[in-house]
């Protein structure tokens, strides 16, 4: 069987995925991340992050001897008699103070195995970087027998093992056709479609979707409020829309605004860059404007929800991670949403089904409980933040006799509103009639 030696430095949830991804479509597999803590817990099996799919393939792979984990790039890259023939690069690339992505994490390995790689060997990059990385990378190697492939990922936090298997698509570029074909080989067995490309174009795929991805949001949050002035209803309105196969319907669920650690760190990202060759990029830059406006809508609609003052009101959240199915709170709209509710003087209880109590990350505006009903105790307003499809199925007959005030704030537009209704709660959604 086709199988290749591959190191991955970075076991966040990028590496990670790949690494045991790729054990599973039969290749050695060699993860590193210099988290000694991490290494140990992955060694004995265990994963901290909630990835549905992602501990079964670890333990398979480890299992099967083709998954083992490493607490450096350099002992990665140094086990004997396993030259490494492909090295993936996932280290986080954070935004910097300046809104640009900082490179600093992709440096630092490139400079640990530059003399350690063997000749032929392909370093990938398949954290999201600046257009000109591959080319900075391969400088900082100085290695003209190590060519540089930038293979942008497309992984969504907590579907990341389906979304590797069935990819829409893989995007390998490089200078080098046999480089790009040799790390595009890899995923043969996955039966997509393989753009072959330069390292530029393939690194500005990356940020040219996750872009649009937020312009198509921050589009769908706008006409929810047009929807709201004018009568109409926004969730007929992006069905209608979504049929039509240049649209589709992914995508169109309007929400607190938009999150997480990679649409907005990506949306800066591509300002920064095109504001450094001179373009202004007002189509991006009104997108981010827009999503920044829809967080204080959203205050703006809980406050008259619960009368028009929220100074000393006790609020009630349903929701903190930055999206349903994951337990990461960076970059979370709920959080966000949160913080202006605390400045304003509102009391917050939270309740989220992935995140525990006293977990590091949330504000200390927000009082994180176990049990929604405890999160409903005394409110004034429960608030649905994130859409986890368990709030849908809460009993809210039981919730109505423990709150305040019957009102729920739905910013996800998740609950059943006649269901609410018969429970004698209010209920008030975003772009609804
Ligand atoms: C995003 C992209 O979807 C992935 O393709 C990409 O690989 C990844 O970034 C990355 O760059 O690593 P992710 O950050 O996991 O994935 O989150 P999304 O599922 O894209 O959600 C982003 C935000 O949009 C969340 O706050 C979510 O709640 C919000 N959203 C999404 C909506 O408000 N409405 C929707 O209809 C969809």
Known sequence: MFSRRIAVVGAGYVGLTTGACLASLGHSVVCADTNVEKVKRLRSGRVTILEPGLEKLLVEGMAAGRLE???????????????????????????????????????????????????GCVVVNKSTVPVGTAEATRRLLGRK??????????????????????PDRIVVGCDAQDAAEK?????????????????????????????FLSMKLSYVNALAELCERLGADVADVTEGMGYDRRIGQAFLQPGPGWGGSCLPKDTHALLQVAAGVGLDFSLVAASLATNDRQRTLMVDKIRTAVGGDLAGQQIGLLGLAFKAG???????????????????????TGYDPGVPEGVPGVTDAVRVVDDPSMAAKDAAALVVLTEWPEFRALDWRALSSVVAERVVVDTRNLLDSDVLRRAGFSWIGVGRR
Do not use: I
Not at 92 to 104: K, V
Not at 187 to 199: F, H, I, M, N, Q
Not at 332 to 348: F, K, N, T
């Open 326 to 348: 994951t337990a990461d709170l960076r970059g979370s709209p709920a959080l966000a949403v949160a913080a202006e509710l605390h400045a304003q003087g509102a009391v917050l």
């Open 69 to 119: 984990f490493a607490a450096s790039a350099r002992e990665a890259v140094s086990v004997p008699d396993k030259p490494v023939e492909v090295l993936f690069l996932c280290v986080p690339t954070p935004m910097g103070a300046t809104g640009a992505a900082d490179l600093g994490p992709v440096a630092a390995v490139a400079r640990e195995v530059r003399d350690l790689l063997p000749s």
């Open 145 to 166: 027998d190590v060519a540089v492939v930038s293979n942008p990922e497309f992984l969504r936090e907590g579907s990341a093992v389906e979304d590797f298997l069935h």
């Open 183 to 211: 790390v595009a080989a890899l995923y043969s067995k996955l039966g997509a479609p393989a753009v072959l490309t330069d390292a530029a174009s393939a690194e500005m795929v990356k940020y040219a979707a996750n872009c």
